[in-house]
């Protein structure tokens, strides 16, 4: 038998804020960060500089994986640009009403982060970037007639759909009326044939 190998103090550092910045926000202690990965405050400067660069790699990191899932989602709605937009509407409500869900990490961490040259925006803004080209995309083969557009709107949706369901409000859960919006955005100037759902039963 091969004796499993304990990660690194980076590692260990990547994976402890990750979890840490979700659950705490941006603004938990380096002493609390440095307990729970078990290094010394030498290994966070030697490899990140600081927290600073901590948590732009956490972040860096977060939305590599983020990306990845919107990708897999979409792909797993098959190859319908309608719905597989809206799959993703479907899926961040899945989420946003699950009992670990603490609300979207990148707009707390903009939020929290109020230096506007900390390294952690540029991530953000990268990882936003990223997300509004898939989105351009799907819109752009579904014959959308203002795909960029659509995109920032869907962007938006995205962003309020997390962000209420982090208020959890039990009684009125954001996620149905997340995907009416959505549906106006996606069927938004298309002939009535496009926005037929065809998975829908005869």
Same mark, same amino acid.
């Given at each position: 038998?091969?004796?499993?190998?304990?990660?690194?103090?980076?590692?260990?550092?990547?994976?402890?804020?990750? &979890?840490?910045?979700?659950?705490?926000?941006?603004?938990?202690?380096?002493?609390?960060?440095?307990?729970?990965?078990?290094?010394a405050r030498r290994s966070?400067?030697?490899?990140?500089?600081?927290?600073?660069? !901590?948590?732009?790699?956490v972040l860096r990191r977060?939305?590599?994986?983020?990306?990845?899932?919107?990708?897999?989602?979409?792909?797993?709605?098959?190859?319908?640009?309608?719905?597989?937009? !809206?799959?993703?509407?479907?899926?961040?409500?899945?989420?946003a009403a699950g009992p670990?869900?603490?609300?979207?990490?990148? !707009?707390?961490?903009?939020?929290?982060?109020?230096? *506007?040259?900390?390294?952690?925006?540029?991530?953000? *803004?990268?990882?936003?970037?990223?997300?509004?080209?898939?989105?351009?995309?799907?819109?752009?083969? !579904?014959?959308?007639?203002?795909?960029?557009?659509?995109?920032?709107?869907?962007?938006?949706?995205?962003?309020?759909?997390?962000?209420?369901?982090?208020? *959890?409000?039990?009684?009125?859960?954001?996620?149905?009326?997340? *995907?009416?919006?959505?549906?106006?955005?996606?069927?938004?100037?298309?002939?009535?044939?496009?926005? &037929?759902?065809?998975?829908?039963?005869?």
């Amino acid at each position: 038998m091969t004796a499993s190998v304990r990660p690194g103090p980076r590692e260990r550092l990547l994976l402890a804020a990750q &979890e840490l910045t979700y659950t705490h926000g941006v603004g938990v202690g380096v002493d609390s960060l440095l307990k729970a990965a078990g290094v010394a405050r030498r290994s966070l400067y030697e490899h990140f500089g600081g927290k600073d660069g !901590l948590i732009a790699e956490v972040l860096r990191r977060s939305t590599a994986e983020d990306v990845a899932k919107y990708r897999a989602t979409m792909d797993a709605a098959g190859d319908d640009p309608r719905t597989r937009l !809206l799959a993703v509407v479907d899926q961040l409500g899945r989420i946003a009403a699950g009992p670990d869900f603490h609300g979207c990490r990148y !707009l707390a961490a903009d939020l929290a982060l109020t230096d *506007r040259e900390h390294p952690g925006h540029e991530v953000t *803004r990268t990882y936003r970037r990223t997300l509004h080209g898939l989105f351009t995309d799907e819109f752009t083969t !579904l014959g959308h007639p203002r795909p960029d557009f659509a995109a920032d709107q869907l962007l938006i949706l995205v962003d309020g759909l997390l962000a209420s369901g982090a208020a *959890r409000p039990e009684d009125r859960p954001p996620a149905v009326a997340a *995907r009416e919006l959505a549906e106006h955005i996606v069927d938004a100037g298309l002939p009535a044939a496009a926005t &037929e759902d065809p998975t829908a039963a005869p």
